[in-house]
């Protein structure tokens, strides 16, 4: 019975490994992610990392990427955001602070990623917070060129991009 144990226990910590089999195209995609809504990628990021727990993490700044507590509380802190985005008084995510913090975004979730998996965490958050950077402009344009174009109010075309943004973060997290 011991025996049995043993190989279960063995089997479940290999079936909870970290596979990211390409961690760029993961990263680049999370930092477009964050560029659209800035708590999706760190969100996404952090319910991957707690559901499959990297022992490169275990004892970096990263490390509580890897809690489920703080993946919990990031999930919150998106829908608040999905609700705060419809509001008229959003500022716009090309503003200086929003920006940033977008780009910060990208880059933890992409330190992250990179960390995880046992690359360069400034690889990673440099990869991550680029691809944030210009998703930021890219979306920005694109949807306000959209409202003004198919005279659809812009909380709708709003709904539009969070629905791409969830679509994409379960696309994302399946890739682990």
Do not use: C
């Amino acid at each position: 019975m011991q025996g049995a144990w043993v190989v279960l226990t063995n089997s479940y910590k290999i079936f909870m490994q970290l596979k990211i089999s390409k961690p760029l195209w993961q990263v680049i995609g999370l930092g477009t992610l964050a560029g659209m809504r800035s708590t999706s990628a760190p969100a996404i990021t952090s319910h991957i990392l707690s559901h499959h727990q990297s022992k490169n993490l275990e004892h970096s700044p990263l490390g509580f990427m890897q809690s489920k507590n703080v993946a919990a509380a990031l999930k919150v802190l998106a829908l608040g955001e999905i609700v705060g985005d419809k509001l008229p008084s959003a500022p716009n995510r090309i503003k200086p602070a929003a920006l940033g913090f977008r780009v910060i975004s990208g880059a933890l979730a992409g330190a992250g990623i990179y960390r995880a998996v046992g690359n360069n965490a400034i690889v990673g958050a440099l990869l991550g917070g680029t691809a944030a950077f210009a998703s930021t402009y890219g979306s920005f344009f694109l949807r306000r060129s959209t409202v003004k174009t198919s005279h659809i109010i812009d909380p709708i075309i709003g709904a539009v991009e969070d629905a791409l943004v969830i679509g994409s973060g379960v696309g994302l997290a399946s890739l682990s």
